[in-house]
């Protein structure tokens, strides 16, 4: 999944994942942001338009377990965003920030480096 779009790999990995010893458990991706999924189709519509839209949609978004995001937690990641006074860090990347705060999660699959500024443990290291 990461061939299409680097975005697609801000997601997590289940907490049993990090608990099987090396090579004894099959990583699956378990949770997007729905504000990740908006970023991604903009992003794969523009870089590679509607057919490989259709695949996303049809063949990955089903497997996916999507965290619709409230106004609590919008007005949250605002928040982080304004705190962090960057324009790197997007507010896409806030709202994941508050997400997995809010249900525990400590790892995510990224090779976004503002993660690892946050707090979280990333994979790959």
């Known amino acids: 999944m990461g061939v299409i779009s680097g975005r697609i790999l801000e997601c997590y990995f289940p907490p049993p994942f990090y608990s099987l010893p090396p090579g004894e458990g099959k990583a699956t991706f378990y949770e997007f942001v729905n504000y990740v999924l908006v970023e991604t189709c903009a992003l794969v519509q523009h870089r590679l338009g509607m057919k ?74």
């Not at 996916?64 to 928040?79: C, M, N, P, S």
């Not at 994941?96 to 690892?116: I, N, P, Q, W, Y």
């Open 52 to 125: 490989a839209i259709k695949l996303f949609q049809e063949d990955i978004v089903p497997v996916l377990r999507i965290e619709w995001i409230d106004k609590a937690v919008h007005h949250a990641a605002i928040g982080i965003m304004l705190a962090a006074e960057r324009k790197e860090v997007s507010l896409v990347d806030c709202v994941s920030f508050e997400t997995m705060r809010l249900l525990g999660v400590t790892t995510a699959f990224t090779l976004d480096k503002h993660f690892k500024e946050q707090g979280f443990i990333c994979l790959p290291a």
